[in-house]
């Protein structure tokens, strides 16, 4: 939008030369807008993929780890993911690798969230994404552990969450989580469908579609590859979207059901 404000305005001040400078600034403009301020350089998205690579499987071998002992039900869940990904066999090794890093004692949580922080902190989702992720793969028995919660939280706050943000997004992703194999019949479903999207039945037809549209932009696959998310873990994007679009369906059958 901004790109074409500025061919517009720049012709009217400085003819061809103001329509193309004017074209570069709106197209930077759109693209912070999309990405975030970490986001708008295509140079840096090799490096944000290799940092992100290394943040989420280094975290999921830590979590692994957090009750004590790394069990067999765990790996397999770190091998079904990445088959789920359909990583490519350079990315699948370096997975592995990261993976047995985080679950040594001398693993150092410190140094590798500064690093994520220093590539990715201010692209618009990657921060919320990895998140979001990490707290997927915990919930893949069921149910998040005390020792993994509390490793939860403390990357959360590495990442710049509050604690009631942090529960916030617990709650979200555990709902969300209801609707991947498909859209729930129990009774808690349209219960579990507004804590999905982070609203209440209080909140208005128009509040509920901003919090939808908000959530399924921070899973737009081309906007993350652009922030520098690896192109085969967009793929646990596009579940997560699936989920919101089955819980926001089913409140928009619900409200319609009672306006009728």
Not at 32 to 38: D, F, L, S
Not at 140 to 148: C, F, L, Q, S
Not at 164 to 189: C, D, I, W, Y
Not at 205 to 215: G, H, M, S
Request: charged share 25%; with cysteine; hydrophobic share 40%.
């Amino acid at each position: 939008m901004f790109k074409f404000i500025g061919v517009i305005v720049g012709y009217y001040l400085l003819g061809i030369f103001g329509a193309i400078l004017g074209f570069l600034i709106g197209s930077t403009i759109d693209r912070v807008r999309a990405y975030g301020t970490g986001g708008f350089n295509p140079v840096g998205n090799a490096q944000r993929q290799a940092v992100f690579l290394e943040t989420m499987f280094v975290s999921l071998g830590k979590l692994a780890k957090a009750d004590g002992r790394v069990s067999e039900e765990e790996i397999a869940h770190t091998e079904a993911l990445m088959q789920k990904l359909g990583m490519t066999t350079e990315h699948r090794q370096q997975a592995i690798g990261l993976f047995k890093r985080g679950t040594e004692p001398s693993c150092d949580l410190e140094s590798l969230y500064a690093r994520f922080m220093a590539a990715c902190g201010h692209t618009r989702h990657l921060k919320q994404v990895l998140l979001v992720y990490l707290i997927a793969m915990a919930l893949t028995d069921g149910h998040v552990h005390a020792a993994e919660e509390t490793l939860l939280a403390d990357i959360a706050g590495r990442l710049g969450y509050s604690p009631a943000e942090f529960r916030q997004l617990m709650e979200m992703v555990t709902n969300q989580a209801h609707f991947a194999s498909g859209q729930p019949s129990s009774e808690k479903a349209l219960e579990d469908a507004y804590k999905a999207l982070g609203v209440t039945p209080d909140n208005s037809d128009q509040e509920i579609k901003r919090a939808y549209r908000k959530l399924m932009s921070q899973y737009h696959p081309d906007k993350l590859i652009g922030q520098g998310m690896p192109d085969d873990m967009v793929a646990m994007a596009t579940e997560k979207a699936k989920e919101i679009q089955l819980a926001y369906d089913l409140i928009e059958k619900s409200r319609r059901a009672d306006g009728g």
